[in-house]
């Protein structure tokens, strides 16, 4: 049997014993985003809590994929791309994300935009949108001004 633990938080960005990773490993369809993993999952629950954070500017990968994200807003406020429209996110709203619904976030307010994210351990590999499907996205003019990719 664990232990049961609490992880500190030390300040707005960080918990104690907790490594501030890269966002991903490789690609450069994102900008100014960390990683910290939280929880990484255990026995009969195979889940992952992670904390990213988004620079003032900066943004996440636009992708679907299988896998469900569900996201709390932990830190300021920010813009996130929902499949078919932009939606204002700010402090503790809770954003689900189902399977291959596009999605992309962005610190577009002035500060950073920080995330607890849960997912599953097992995973499908995310998918980047190709041309076809940039073309269908930008068809709409408030989702055309947003993405970056
Ligand atoms: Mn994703």
Redesign the pocket.
Known sequence: MENSKVIRHLDPRRWEGVSVLDYKEEGQHFQSITRQVLFDGETDFPCQVRYFEIDEGGHSTL?R?QHV?VVMIIRGRGRVLLNDRVEEVKEFDLVT?PPQNW?QFRATEGTPLGFLCLVNVERDR?VLPGEEDLEMLRADPDIAGFIRF
């Open positions: 992708e994929h994200h994300i999605h995310p």
